[in-house]
Structures are given as structure tokens and as C-alpha cells.
């Protein structure tokens, strides 16, 4: 069966940097691109964008650009969001899921990793 | 960006009810419209794609309806299990966005 099995939680201080993990089975990682998903705690979420699982190519969405990486260690099945310059504001659950009928339809998810920021 | 407006933000209800909750985005989002339950502390699960369409797994009482840019999730039968938060997404236009979120609890 599918899986998305992420890093587990994070404690880091103001301008430290993040690299979270997400480790798909259950299919051929290329098959589908990967997203990148934020929620704070008692909040909705946010897209925060996609890697293409193929080519590499990302797309971020407006508020996720400058500090936001994602990248790809495909012989790993594996995709990375990586966080520069970390603030207040960063601390939330970040979450990778993919597509099945549809790609902007997340019927798969990571667990969530707890990413806290605290000096 | 494409705002997604749902309401309500809370909702109390009993076991064996029916439950509505809607979802106005601020354009027409031609059906590319998802909807998630999340339990507290868990990953959300996709409920309804395509706005009417049901994920596989997904008990029947579920329920998506809507065109343009009124869409509308229905929990027939209300069970203890349903409890949870519900949200809607669009993933018609990019950045992909989605509903500030309802909260059912049981009355």
C-alpha cells in the first residue's frame, strides 16, 4: 500500500535551518509529484507548493519563496523540504502528501512533522 | 488567489443527524474542489474530489454537491466517529487554497 513516512519532530532556535524528509513506498516514486503542506496549530492549512518527481522542477506558492527548498533523492524514494532562516512564524506541523485521481487532490499524507521554534 | 469561505466554523449535532457544511469560493472553481476530514493529531483524509466524487473507502453517508462557486458537504446519519474538523480545498487554479476549516462536535 501507499505510504508517506516523514522525519519525526524538530526543535530548533530562530535563524537555524530544517530539512524534513518524506519516504514514499507502495509505488513508483516518480508516478506522482510531491506536496508540501503547512499547518499551524488550531489552524487550516496552506499549500505551500510541489516537486515534480521527474524532472525536479518546483513551484512555490507566493508566500514560500526565498527560504523554502524542496528537493529530491529519488535512488531514496525520497523528497525534502528544507527550511533557511527559521521563524516564529515557521513553527507548525508540515506535512507531504500526493495526488491519486487528480494531483491537486491529496488522498495520500505524510504523518506530519512538528517543526517548534523557540529560542 | 482563489479565497475559500466555509461556514460554519463550529457545529454541534446528535448521533443519527444530518450535517451540512458549505463552501464558497471567490470564483468559479468548475468542480476542482476536495474535501478533507481531520482528526485531531492525525493527517487529514480525502473524503470527496471532483466536488461529487467519492474517495474510495469512504462511507456512503458522505456527501459532496455544488457547482460555480457554491459547494456543499452533507454527513447523512451522524455517527460518533464523524467527529472531527472538515475542510474544503480548490485545485482548479494555483496556489491551491483552502477553507478556514469546521469544527463537529457531538450535541
Known amino acids: 500500500q501507499i505510504q508517506l513516512v516523514q522525519s519525526g519532530p524538530e526543535v530548533k532556535k530562530p535563524g537555524e535551518s530544517v530539512k524534513i524528509s518524506c519516504k514514499a513506498s507502495g509505488y513508483t516514486f516518480t508516478q506522482a509529484g510531491m506536496q508540501w503542506l503547512k499547518q499551524a496549530q488550531g489552524k487550516s492549512l496552506k499549500w505551500m507548493g510541489w516537486i515534480n518527481t521527474n524532472t525536479g522542477k518546483t513551484t512555490y506558492a507566493a508566500d514560500f519563496t526565498g527560504r523554502f527548498v524542496f528537493s529530491l533523492e529519488t535512488s531514496a524514494s525520497t523528497a525534502y523540504l528544507q527550511i533557511t532562516n527559521l521563524k516564529n512564524e515557521d513553527m507548525a506541523t508540515y506535512f507531504c502528501?500526493?495526488?491519486?485521481?487528480?494531483?491537486?487532490?491529496?488522498?495520500?499524507w505524510g504523518q506530519g512533522t512538528l517543526v517548534t521554534v523557540s529560542s | 488567489d482563489i479565497q475559500m469561505t466555509q461556514s460554519p466554523a463550529s457545529l454541534s449535532a446528535s448521533l443519527g443527524e444530518t450535517v451540512t457544511i458549505e463552501c464558497r469560493a471567490s470564483e468559479d472553481i468548475y468542480n476542482g474542489l476536495a474535501w478533507y476530514q481531520q482528526k485531531p493529531g492525525k493527517s487529514p483524509q480525502l473524503l470527496i474530489y471532483?466536488?461529487?466524487s467519492l474517495h474510495t473507502g469512504v462511507p456512503s453517508r458522505f456527501s459532496g454537491s455544488g457547482s460555480g462557486t457554491q459547494y456543499s458537504l452533507k454527513i447523512n446519519s451522524l455517527q460518533s466517529e464523524d467527529v472531527a474538523s472538515y475542510f474544503c480545498q480548490q485545485y482548479y487554479d494555483y496556489p491551491w487554497t483552502f477553507g478556514g476549516g469546521t469544527k463537529l462536535e457531538l450535541k
Open positions: 502528501a500526493r495526488g491519486h485521481y487528480y494531483d491537486g487532490a491529496f488522498a495520500y
Open positions: 471532483n466536488a461529487n
